[in-house]
């Protein structure tokens, strides 16, 4: 284990698990990872690997199959396995927050059903709140559900769809009109529907097209789509919760526990970045002597290295807050801004350290300088998560009187 990033406190069996965590990034993610990347390959062996770990059912209960682990746990798992790739967390990630959604706000027959399949891996989520104008404007939402007897038909068209291909079944936030008044507050009539689907492109089901992967510049391997839903019919008991008019509030939830996983994100690449930087600065000779010796790049190390600490304390803190049941929008907003933010400038400094050659596709610092700056974006924009701190402090230090 590296100096940096220690996490004090940790149980027996969560120094275990990511420890095997760990060994199972640097023998099977790390060699072939920059490979796959640039082929856009889509890592099914790495994903197989991750079912036996247990992995995807690491938070969901042990009644339902999982290991019933701590959100820290979980934002741990991620940190090592975006150090050994960022894609594959993405794969991950988005099936965890269905799978916590599911558990915090599912009637007991969605969790029965859904929950002991997504903890073995067979159903894998993905969740979608996007639209092609809208960005971050959740309240802007025109995708649709309207009741019709025992079902509801959604219409509309969704947007960064994280696993929209290989997942199995779709969290989708839609309009719903039903029992709310003309004038109701937008975040007041939405629900989540839980649509379940075949993997693949084109036709996944009646009514539902998810039309081909988005090639993006980086975080590639991982399938991001639009989805498209034509007249698309979902059973009444799909709607999550049994109650419309909750989606909001639900997915709100399942972000809050996502923008730790984007902090974790953005500690792994980071500490990869890092090492890459602290190992090529040893190595690499100018002028008579290892560049490591030359103080400007000792500054570099010293400046990537605290933030490196830094951006995981952070992230730990707000992980730690959540499991505690208290409110942590704060600490995981200040987290996913802070971690991506820093992470974006210890990438930069290890390109520099590398020189030229950080330019060229043979070296693994090309990758994350291609893949840091989705963490700027994903889970809310940086200036998002502003905006919510900002406000979050000033409800805290409201003046009196």
């Known amino acids: 284990m590296s100096r940096l990033a220690q996490t004090h406190g940790l149980t027996d069996v969560q120094q275990e698990i990511l420890s095997t965590v760990r060994d199972f990034v640097d023998k099977e993610i790390i060699p072939v990872a920059t490979e796959l990347e640039h082929r856009d390959e889509y890592p099914t062996q790495i994903v197989e690997g991750l079912k036996e770990l247990g992995l995807f059912g690491l938070m969901i209960p042990e009644e339902y199959g999982g290991l019933g682990e701590s959100l820290l746990t979980y934002a741990l798992c991620v940190e090592e396995i975006a150090r050994g790739w960022m894609s594959v967390s993405g794969i991950i990630n988005t099936h965890f927050i269905v799978a916590y959604m599911l558990k915090q706000h599912g009637t007991q027959e969605q969790k029965d059903t859904f929950l002991p399949r997504m903890a073995l891996g067979e159903v894998r989520g993905a969740f979608s709140m996007s639209e092609p104008g809208l960005g971050s404007d959740v309240s802007a939402i025109t995708s649709k ?17 994280t696993n929209g291909g290989t997942s199995t079944l779709v969290a989708v936030l ?26 693949g492109f ?22 991001t789509t639009e989805l498209i839903m034509d007249n698309l019919r979902i059973p009444a008991n799909r709607v999550l919760g049994g109650t419309t008019g909750r989606g909001f509030y639900q997915m709100m939830d399942g972000v809050e526990v996502g923008r730790v996983n984007v902090a974790a994100r953005g500690c792994g690449v980071a500490q990869r970045a890092f090492e890459l930087g602290v190992g090529y600065a040893q190595q690499r000779h100018t002028f008579g002597k290892a560049i490591a010796q030359h103080q400007a790049i000792q500054f570099k190390l010293a400046e990537m290295a605290t933030k490196v600490e830094a951006a995981h304390a952070m992230m730990v803190n707000a992980a730690r807050k959540k499991d505690s049941g208290e409110r942590n929008d704060l600490e995981a907003g200040m987290a996913k801004y802070l971690a991506s933010e820093y992470c974006k400038e210890v990438v930069e400094d290890a390109f520099r350290i590398h020189g030229g050659y950080g330019f060229s596709k043979e070296y693994e610092i090309e990758r994350l300088y ?32």
């Open 145 to 161: 559900g309207v009741k019709d007897g025992d079902e509801y038909v959604l219409n509309g068209q969704k947007m960064w769809l």
């Open 174 to 199: 839609c309009r719903s009109d039903e029992g709310h008044p003309e004038g109701t507050a937008p975040h007041k009539s939405m629900t989540t529907f839980l649509v379940e689907k075949e993997p």
């Open 202 to 223: 084109g036709e996944v089901r009646p009514g539902l097209t998810i039309p081909g992967k988005i090639d993006k510049m980086g975080y590639k391997g991982v399938d």
């Open 370 to 401: 291609r893949e840091a700056p989705m963490l700027l974006i994903g889970e809310g924009t940086a200036e998002i998560q502003k905006m919510i701190i900002g406000r979050r402090l000033l409800e805290e230090y409201r003046l009196q009187g």
